[in-house]
């Protein structure tokens, strides 16, 4: 376990409770690193708001330590918050243009003027906003709304950024470079607290995940380690051709080795099969098309992905 002075965030038996009902946070301890893009995935009601509510001193939590930048959250409230940022899930504009918009939340966070203007004139540009730059900012796409949050958390200079579902609405290639752009900032030092429903995304940018279900840490660590350790599910996709005909139902009964297959499906002329043990599978499902006076005309064997290991653990 790294030492508080080489950690941004450090959470220890950390429970939240509503009430009398169950733990919204049940007995969770993570650290994130200065400098690390720190992935925290779960379904809805994980429990990842109320950990972000915590962390950003907006809720306190029941039990348990909490501590951002070596300062405690619930006693260094107003500290906290003159070092980090937050793009959250819920967006929260005025009718000022984008780019009033981004100068007055810059004043907000008394960026010098010469300073202001430059990076304004720049992250418009980044965030491809200058075709928007004169509209108020209702008035603009769900998406050019999200580059404007994102973008004008980057006015300011932070120790810490949290990013909540910060790329929804964006198209791909906005995406990536808004990803790109955050891998940037880590690199010159700035620690990232990222969650997302798009895995892909997590595997891209984080330099570790951990996975919260029920308001519990069920997994955590690398991509690399998590796909080692708990994604065991492959895909097989084959593409078939021939004079002869298959069913899914015809391949349920005929291959035995499909009773581990955690899922089967058949559309057109190509069979996609996700489970352990392919290699058996496979042996079994060509000869089987054979028979059938069928031949595997693709086949294309797809380790696990983060979708396969976050679906993994939390079913398990």
Request: charged content about 30%; hydrophobic content about 35%; some cysteine.
């Amino acid at each position: 376990m790294s030492s508080d002075d080489d950690n941004t965030i450090s959470v220890d038996n950390l429970v939240k409770t509503y009430g009398s009902a169950k733990n919204a946070v049940d007995n969770i301890s993570f650290h994130v690193k200065r400098g690390e893009i720190y992935g925290f995935l779960g379904k809805n009601g994980a429990g990842k708001t109320t950990t972000i509510r915590i962390l950003t001193t907006l809720v306190p939590p029941t039990s348990g330590t909490v501590n951002i930048l070596g300062m405690d959250v619930v006693h260094k409230a107003t500290q906290i918050r003159k070092h980090i940022g937050v793009v959250a899930q819920h967006e929260s504009y005025d009718f000022a243009t984008i780019e009033r918009n981004m100068k007055i939340y810059g004043m907000l966070w008394q960026v010098p003027s010469e300073v202001l203007s430059t990076r304004i004139e720049e992250l418009i540009e980044l965030f491809d906003l200058e075709r928007v730059r004169k509209h108020r900012a209702f008035e603009v796409s769900g998406g050019e709304k999200k580059k404007l949050q994102v973008a004008r958390e980057f006015l300011h200079d932070m120790d810490l950024l949290f990013l909540d579902e910060p790329t929804v609405g964006m198209d791909p290639i906005m995406r990536r470079r808004v990803l790109d752009y955050v891998k940037e900032k880590s690199r010159e030092g700035l620690s990232v607290f990222f969650t997302t429903h798009i895995l892909e995304e997590a595997d891209y940018i984080c330099d570790r995940i951990s996975i919260i279900d029920q308001g519990k840490i069920l997994a955590e660590g690398t991509t690399q380690f998590l796909k080692d350790n708990f994604g065991q599910l492959k895909t097989l996709e084959v593409e078939v051709s021939g004079t002869g005909s298959f069913t899914e139902k015809g391949l349920r009964e005929n291959i035995m080795s499909l009773e581990n297959s955690r899922d089967l499906s058949v559309k057109e002329n190509k069979i996609t099969i996700v489970g352990k043990n392919m290699d058996r599978t496979l042996e079994d499902l060509i000869l089987y098309l054979n028979r059938m006076g069928l031949r595997a005309e693709r086949i294309n064997l797809r380790e696990s992905s983060l979708d396969d290991v976050f679906l993994e653990v939390v079913n398990k």
